[in-house]
């Protein structure tokens, strides 16, 4: 209560601040146009990553509106109590993991997120180019030839390309992400088997799709690619047990989120040859640190979290939060002038908390 008491005396305000999180790209201002909001309001774009708990309490301590990109930067309880002028909280897509929902709304902070737009091709699109880069072996030979050589030698650390037709790839989760990896394996002329804990034969034989047991999967699959919502059912779904199983050849793909996997444990299993190789978008710590053993690993093909990263993804995301915030803005500036007693916004587009989707297993 002591939090909520603070922000309504300190609700009072000229001018609203709002701060745009997580713009690591740069691109928040190109992507949609802010000018109305930016005569409503004193609006910030942080392209910077927080650093801790403390370093984002301090930087967005005198903010009344703040937004976040997806799970990039954390904002549990402990960083809301210590922002007493908080009275929104925006997230872009449809679920936040980073966020304590629940208590934001106890401390009277309005919580919405964005749609998703094309969020899920560009994820699967992005597993295929993890997938391929790392088969046909693309970051190796562009390396060699970088460095004078037209090919990279075939030493053992840098295997030759291989061919995916004619193999198997696993799908662990067969949501709308998975079915759109499995459509473009089938492309390739691949055999897909999929696996979740509520998969029946029938979701994925209208796939085109065989349903088989996880081990078998595991065990059988030159490509597993992970395609889970995170929770406690889901985490640690590929451990030490699973690596064990891998076939010497298997690639394993997540671009999901990194606690499907035992990621310290991959090193030690890729020393030891299960999996042959990992293409990971997904890291434990994000940004990871730059001294981190899996950034330079020879069986380690990575990219920093790009899954959902592309312009009409982006696009969507800021041009909803532009719209949202400037009617949050204009509407929360007339209560104030006029009696203070300010109501949610009805018009915004955002996904309210209740709207927000419960956590399905499959992405």
Not at 15 to 25: F, G, S, T
Not at 112 to 141: C, D, F, M, Q, Y
Not at 253 to 269: C, K
Request: net charge negative.
């Amino acid at each position: 209560m002591q939090r909520a008491q603070e922000a309504e005396v300190r609700s009072v305000t000229s001018e609203l601040r709002i701060a745009i999180c997580d713009d690591w790209e740069q691109c928040a201002l190109s992507s949609a146009d802010w000018g109305e909001l930016q005569q409503l309001a004193d609006v910030q774009f942080l392209s910077t990553p927080f650093q801790s708990a403390e370093d984002a309490i301090r930087r967005l301590a005198d903010f009344d509106a703040i937004c976040l990109m997806r799970e990039r930067t954390p904002f549990p309880k402990a960083v809301m109590d210590q922002l007493p002028r908080l009275k929104r909280l925006l997230f872009t897509g449809e679920r936040n993991a980073a966020v304590d929902i629940a208590y934001a709304r106890h401390l009277g902070i309005e919580v919405t997120g964005t749609s998703s737009g094309p969020n899920k091709a560009s994820t699967a699109e992005h597993t295929w180019a993890l997938i391929l880069a790392a088969t046909r072996r693309i970051v190796p030979a562009m390396q060699a030839a970088q460095q004078g050589q037209w090919r990279p030698t075939d030493d053992g650390r840098y295997p030759l390309p291989d061919v995916l037709e004619g193999d198997r790839i696993g799908i662990i989760g067969l949501g709308a992400i998975g079915s759109r990896v499995a459509r473009i394996a089938q492309g390739f002329g691949m055999e897909v088997v999929a696996w979740s804990q509520n998969l029946t034969d029938q979701q994925a034989s209208s796939l085109g799709v065989r349903r088989v047991e996880k081990n078998e999967l595991i065990a059988t699959s030159k490509v597993i690619s992970l395609h889970l919502v995170l929770s406690d059912r889901t985490r640690g779904v590929i451990g030490q047990t699973e690596y064990s199983l891998m076939r010497r050849d298997a690639l394993l793909v997540n671009t999901s989120r990194s606690g499907l996997i035992d990621q310290e444990g991959l090193i030690p299993a890729l020393d030891s040859g299960r999996p042959s190789h990992a293409a990971l978008d997904v890291f434990d710590q994000e940004p990871i640190a730059e001294n981190h053993p899996l950034l330079r690993h020879p069986c380690v093909t990575h990219t920093p979290h790009l899954g959902y990263v592309a312009a009409p993804v982006m696009e969507t995301f800021y041009r909803q939060l532009a719209h949202d915030l400037t009617v949050w803005s204009r509407q929360w500036l007339d209560s104030n002038a006029n009696s203070g007693d300010y109501r949610p916004s009805s018009s915004a587009s955002g996904v309210t908390p209740n709207a927000i989707r419960k956590r399905d297993t499959m992405l």
